[in-house]
Protein backbone atom coordinates (compact mmCIF):
# COMPACT_ATOMS: atom_id res chain seq x y z
CA UNK A 1 0.00 0.00 0.00
CA UNK A 2 0.84 3.52 -0.67
CA UNK A 3 1.20 6.21 1.57
CA UNK A 4 1.33 9.74 0.34
CA UNK A 5 2.32 12.70 2.95
CA UNK A 6 1.81 15.97 2.19
CA UNK A 7 4.85 18.09 2.18
CA UNK A 8 4.49 21.79 3.12
CA UNK A 9 6.34 23.72 0.39
CA UNK A 10 6.26 27.05 1.90
CA UNK A 11 9.33 28.21 4.02
CA UNK A 12 8.80 30.67 6.89
CA UNK A 13 12.00 32.41 7.81
CA UNK A 14 12.62 32.45 11.77
CA UNK A 15 15.19 35.41 11.79
CA UNK A 16 15.06 38.05 9.28
CA UNK A 17 19.09 38.18 8.13
CA UNK A 18 17.94 41.84 6.20
CA UNK A 19 19.93 44.83 7.71
CA UNK A 20 17.67 47.08 9.73
CA UNK A 21 19.79 50.12 8.82
CA UNK A 22 19.42 48.86 4.78
CA UNK A 23 16.52 51.24 3.13
CA UNK A 24 13.65 49.92 2.20
CA UNK A 25 12.92 51.35 -0.95
CA UNK A 26 14.74 54.69 -1.87
CA UNK A 27 13.01 56.88 -5.05
CA UNK A 28 14.16 55.28 -8.10
CA UNK A 29 16.67 57.19 -9.23
CA UNK A 30 19.91 58.37 -7.73
CA UNK A 31 20.65 59.86 -4.36
CA UNK A 32 23.57 61.45 -2.41
CA UNK A 33 24.57 61.02 1.49
CA UNK A 34 24.34 63.55 2.89
CA UNK A 35 27.61 62.94 5.09
CA UNK A 36 30.39 60.42 3.34
CA UNK A 37 29.05 61.88 -0.32
CA UNK A 38 28.46 58.02 -1.03
CA UNK A 39 26.30 57.76 -4.17
CA UNK A 40 23.42 55.01 -4.58
CA UNK A 41 22.74 54.07 -8.55
CA UNK A 42 21.18 50.97 -9.33
CA UNK A 43 20.57 49.41 -6.22
CA UNK A 44 24.18 49.94 -5.09
CA UNK A 45 26.06 52.34 -2.99
CA UNK A 46 29.09 53.58 -4.80
CA UNK A 47 32.05 56.02 -3.25
CA UNK A 48 32.95 57.55 -6.97
CA UNK A 49 33.74 61.64 -5.84
CA UNK A 50 33.70 62.79 -9.76
CA UNK A 51 29.50 61.56 -10.11
CA UNK A 52 29.19 63.35 -6.58
CA UNK A 53 30.18 66.27 -7.98
CA UNK A 54 28.23 66.08 -11.10
CA UNK A 55 24.75 64.82 -9.10
CA UNK A 56 25.19 67.77 -5.97
CA UNK A 57 24.00 70.67 -8.73
CA UNK A 58 20.83 68.50 -10.20
CA UNK A 59 17.76 69.40 -8.38
CA UNK A 60 16.31 65.34 -8.43
CA UNK A 61 19.10 63.71 -6.88
CA UNK A 62 17.82 63.04 -3.29
CA UNK A 63 19.84 63.53 0.01
CA UNK A 64 20.09 61.12 2.41
CA UNK A 65 22.25 59.35 5.13
CA UNK A 66 23.72 56.21 3.71
CA UNK A 67 23.21 52.84 6.12
CA UNK A 68 27.21 52.89 7.02
CA UNK A 69 26.70 56.63 8.59
CA UNK A 70 23.17 55.78 10.01
CA UNK A 71 24.88 53.03 12.43
CA UNK A 72 27.99 55.34 13.15
CA UNK A 73 25.80 58.22 14.11
CA UNK A 74 23.59 55.11 16.67
CA UNK A 75 26.69 53.06 17.42
CA UNK A 76 25.91 50.32 15.98
CA UNK A 77 28.60 47.88 15.26
CA UNK A 78 28.19 45.23 13.19
CA UNK A 79 31.22 43.75 13.34
CA UNK A 80 34.18 43.92 16.71
CA UNK A 81 37.62 42.94 16.36
CA UNK A 82 39.40 42.81 19.17
CA UNK A 83 43.68 42.36 18.97
CA UNK A 84 45.02 40.71 21.87
CA UNK A 85 48.77 39.93 22.97
CA UNK A 86 52.02 41.05 23.91
CA UNK A 87 53.06 41.33 19.92
CA UNK A 88 49.84 43.74 19.67
CA UNK A 89 52.16 46.23 21.95
CA UNK A 90 55.35 45.95 20.46
CA UNK A 91 54.17 46.34 16.32
CA UNK A 92 51.16 48.22 16.94
CA UNK A 93 52.07 50.73 14.30
CA UNK A 94 52.08 47.83 11.65
CA UNK A 95 48.84 46.08 12.87
CA UNK A 96 47.41 49.32 12.35
CA UNK A 97 48.89 50.34 9.11
CA UNK A 98 47.57 47.07 7.90
CA UNK A 99 43.70 47.70 9.23
CA UNK A 100 43.55 51.01 7.71
CA UNK A 101 45.25 49.77 4.32
CA UNK A 102 42.63 46.99 4.04
CA UNK A 103 39.63 49.50 5.48
CA UNK A 104 40.57 51.21 2.05
CA UNK A 105 40.52 48.21 -0.55
CA UNK A 106 37.00 47.33 1.60
CA UNK A 107 36.00 50.72 0.85
CA UNK A 108 36.69 50.31 -2.66
CA UNK A 109 34.52 48.00 -3.57
CA UNK A 110 31.70 48.80 -1.23
CA UNK A 111 31.89 52.21 0.85
CA UNK A 112 29.02 51.13 3.47
CA UNK A 113 32.40 49.07 4.79
CA UNK A 114 34.04 51.15 7.39
CA UNK A 115 35.72 51.11 10.25
CA UNK A 116 33.82 53.12 13.29
CA UNK A 117 36.28 53.35 16.63
CA UNK A 118 39.37 51.83 17.17
CA UNK A 119 39.95 51.94 21.03
CA UNK A 120 42.73 50.40 23.83
CA UNK A 121 41.22 49.01 26.58
CA UNK A 122 43.79 49.37 29.10
CA UNK A 123 45.22 46.20 29.21
CA UNK A 124 46.86 46.47 26.03
CA UNK A 125 44.25 45.30 23.47
CA UNK A 126 42.55 47.11 20.59
CA UNK A 127 39.31 47.02 20.17
CA UNK A 128 37.96 48.06 16.47
CA UNK A 129 34.13 48.18 15.82
CA UNK A 130 33.28 48.10 12.26
CA UNK A 131 29.59 48.86 10.31
CA UNK A 132 29.20 45.21 9.44
CA UNK A 133 30.53 41.92 10.16
CA UNK A 134 32.28 41.19 6.62
CA UNK A 135 34.49 44.05 7.03
CA UNK A 136 35.42 42.49 11.05
CA UNK A 137 35.84 38.98 9.30
CA UNK A 138 37.96 40.28 6.54
CA UNK A 139 40.20 42.22 8.80
CA UNK A 140 41.07 39.08 11.16
CA UNK A 141 42.07 37.05 8.18
CA UNK A 142 44.06 39.72 6.81
CA UNK A 143 45.67 39.83 10.26
CA UNK A 144 45.93 35.95 10.02
CA UNK A 145 47.75 36.00 7.24
CA UNK A 146 50.00 38.78 7.49
CA UNK A 147 51.29 38.31 11.58
CA UNK A 148 49.99 34.54 11.83
CA UNK A 149 48.42 33.79 15.56
CA UNK A 150 45.18 32.55 16.92
CA UNK A 151 41.95 33.85 15.06
CA UNK A 152 38.59 32.98 16.56
CA UNK A 153 35.16 33.98 15.01
CA UNK A 154 31.97 34.29 17.47
CA UNK A 155 28.52 34.67 15.71
CA UNK A 156 25.27 35.70 17.07
CA UNK A 157 22.61 34.18 16.75
CA UNK A 158 21.23 35.48 14.06
CA UNK A 159 24.35 36.55 12.31
CA UNK A 160 23.90 40.63 12.52
CA UNK A 161 26.92 40.79 15.07
CA UNK A 162 30.30 39.73 14.88
CA UNK A 163 33.18 39.42 17.36
CA UNK A 164 36.45 38.31 16.07
CA UNK A 165 39.39 37.68 18.39
CA UNK A 166 43.39 37.78 17.37
CA UNK A 167 45.75 36.67 19.74
CA UNK A 168 49.55 37.53 18.33
Not at 55 to 64: D, P, Q, R, W, Y
Not at 72 to 98: A, C, S, W
Not at 127 to 133: A, D, K, P
Not at 138 to 163: E, I, M
Request: net charge positive.
Amino acid sequence: MKTTKKYNLSYKERYSSKDPYLPKRLKAGISTCESCHAVYKNKRWYADKRLYQGLIEKLETAKVVCPACLKMRDNFPGGILTLKGDYVLLQRKDLMNLIRNEEENARGFNPLERIMSIKEDGYGNIIINTTNEKLAQRLGRKLKKAFHGKLSYHWSHDNKLLRVDWTG
